[in-house]
T-cell receptor, first 115, second 109 residues
Framework: SQTIHQWPATLVQPVGSPLSLECTVEGTSNPNLYWYRQAAGRGLQLLFYSVGIGQISSEVPQNLSASRPQDRQFILSSKKLLLSDSGFYLC??????????????FGSGTQLSVL | GQNIDQPTEMTATEGAIVQINCTYQTSGFNGLFWYQQHAGEAPTFLSYNVLDGLEEKGRFSSFLSRSKGYSYLLLKELQMKDSASYLCAVSDSNYQLIWGAGTKLIIKP
C-alpha cells in the first residue's frame, strides 16, 4: 500500500534562518506531488506541484522554493524565513503522470512557527 | 475570480443530522471533493461528485447541482468523532483544486 511521510511535525525557526521540509512517498511510482500551506480561516493554498523529477510548477510568488531530486521525494526550502511563512504545511500526492482528477493523499503536516 | 463559499462554523447534536453547504464559482468544472480534517491533522478524502445527484457512502452523503454551482455534505447519526473541519474543493478546467476555507463542525452531547 502507498504511504506518505512528512517531517518534521513541528518546527520553530527564527526569522532569517533557512528551511527544509521533506516529503517522501512509498508504494507508488511517478506520483504527482504537491506542497500546500494552510493558514487559519483560509483555504488550502497550493504552493508547488510536480509531475515528474526536476519538474516544478510554482503557483504563487513567494519566499519558498521546491525541488524533486528523486521520483518520490519532494522538498520545500527557503534560504531566509519571514514571519509570514508561518503556517501549516502539507505535502500531498495523487497517482498518474500529468494533471489529473485523482483524489489527494496528504502527509501529516508540519506546523511551522517563525519567530 | 474563482471562489468557494462554505459556512465558517456549525454546531450540531450527537445523533442528529447536519448539512454543510458549499457554493462555487470557478473557471470550468471537473468535479467537487469533500475532505475531513481533524484539528492539527491532514485532510482525508470523503467524497467526489462530478455528475448531478446524490452520492451515498455510509453515514455520509454528498450532493451536487452543477447548474446551481452548489453542493452539500450530509452527515447522519452524528458521533463525537465527527467533530472536525470539512473542506470543499472544486477541480477547475485545468484540474487545479480550488479550496474553500472549511467548515468547522462542533458536535455537542
Amino acid at each position: 500500500s502507498q504511504t506518505i511521510h512528512q517531517w518534521p511535525a513541528t518546527l520553530v525557526q527564527p526569522v532569517g534562518s533557512p528551511l527544509s521540509l521533506e516529503c517522501t512517498v512509498e508504494g507508488t511510482s511517478n506520483p504527482n506531488l504537491y506542497w500546500y500551506r494552510q493558514a487559519a480561516g483560509r483555504g488550502l493554498q497550493l504552493l508547488f506541484y510536480s509531475v515528474g523529477i526536476g519538474q516544478i510548477s510554482s503557483e504563487v510568488p513567494q519566499n519558498l522554493s521546491a525541488s524533486r531530486p528523486q521520483d518520490r521525494q519532494f522538498i520545500l526550502s527557503s534560504k531566509k524565513l519571514l514571519l509570514s511563512d508561518s503556517g501549516f504545511y502539507l505535502c500531498a500526492w495523487n497517482p498518474g503522470q500529468g494533471v489529473s482528477n485523482e483524489k489527494l493523499f496528504f502527509g501529516s503536516g508540519t506546523q511551522l512557527s517563525v519567530l | 475570480g474563482q471562489n468557494i463559499d462554505q459556512p465558517t462554523e456549525m454546531t450540531a447534536t450527537e445523533g442528529a443530522i447536519v448539512q454543510i453547504n458549499c457554493t462555487y464559482q470557478t473557471s470550468g468544472f471537473n468535479g467537487l471533493f469533500w475532505y475531513q480534517q481533524h484539528a492539527g491533522e491532514a485532510p482525508t478524502f470523503l467524497s467526489y461528485n462530478v455528475l448531478d445527484g446524490l452520492e451515498e457512502k455510509g453515514r455520509f452523503s454528498s450532493f451536487l447541482s452543477r447548474s446551481k454551482g452548489y453542493s452539500y455534505l450530509l452527515l447522519k447519526e452524528l458521533q463525537m468523532k465527527d467533530s472536525a473541519s470539512y473542506l470543499c474543493a472544486v477541480s477547475d478546467s485545468n484540474y487545479q483544486l480550488i479550496w474553500g476555507a472549511g467548515t468547522k463542525l462542533i458536535i455537542k452531547p
